[in-house]
T-cell receptor, first 115, second 112 residues
């Protein structure tokens, strides 16, 4: 079974702090994703990475950056946290497609509160 | 870019009834359509998916239908049970290597 592990289930930070959310997958997947989930808005894509050191902006990248130094790990960074970044953050991974879409597998999320 | 609309936002059924959730997509290049179930406190779990070369797919009590011409796809759950209560998300993805774009979700409640 694919295992996507997010380092924290709950996190509380202060406005202006630099925040790191970590995600690790154990299936040697090439692709990794960060989404945020808000009530009534569904899952919105922040950033994704096709492979190590590669990244692409999603629909809502403002205020975020990412890092993928190793294949199994994908980090989401809030450069200067703000209260409107309080949300549930979901990480996902997927086998590289080779021309065919594959299912995305999700972690259980990090609920981040910015005070 | 792709846009996915999902209806209804909430759905309440009696145990044993059927439930249907519908989604429409905007990008005619989309060719992969998964459905996810999210239980409280957990991440979304894939329950069924369909590709654009198939019109219907079934897995026990769950089925998905796809109408490429109309650009819509639906999830059908028969003989619903209380453990089917959860939030369900549809998604669509375009060419190989593109990320999934999700609908806003449907909260399904099954009462016994």
């Amino acid at each position: 079974d694919v295992k996507v592990t997010q380092s924290s289930r709950y996190l509380v930070k202060r406005t202006g702090e630099k925040v790191f959310l970590e995600c690790v997958q154990d299936m040697d997947h090439e692709n990794m994703f960060w989404y945020r989930q808000d009530p009534g808005l569904g899952l919105r894509l922040i950033y994704f990475s096709y492979d190590v050191k590669m990244k692409e902006k999603g629909d809502i990248p403002e205020g975020y950056s990412v890092s993928r130094e190793k294949k199994e790990r994908f980090s989401l960074i809030l450069e200067s946290a703000s209260t409107n970044q309080t949300s549930m953050y979901l990480c996902a991974s997927r086998l590289g497609t080779g021309g065919r879409n594959q299912p995305q597998h999700f972690g259980d999320g990090t609920r981040l509160s910015i005070l | 870019g792709e846009n996915v609309e999902q209806h209804p936002s909430t759905l309440s059924v009696q145990e044993g009834d059927s439930a249907v959730i519908k989604c429409t997509y905007s990008d005619s290049a989309s060719n992969y359509f998964p459905w996810y179930k999210q239980e409280l406190g957990k991440g979304p779990q894939l329950i069924i998916d369909i590709r654009s070369n198939v019109g219907e797919k079934k897995d026990q009590r769950i089925a998905v239908t796809l109408n490429k011409t109309a650009k819509h796809f639906s999830l059908h759950i028969t003989e619903t049970q209380p453990e089917d209560s959860a939030v369900y998300f549809c998604a669509a993805s375009g060419g190989a290597g593109t990320a999934l774009i999700f609908g806003k979700g449907t909260t399904l409640s099954v009462s016994s």
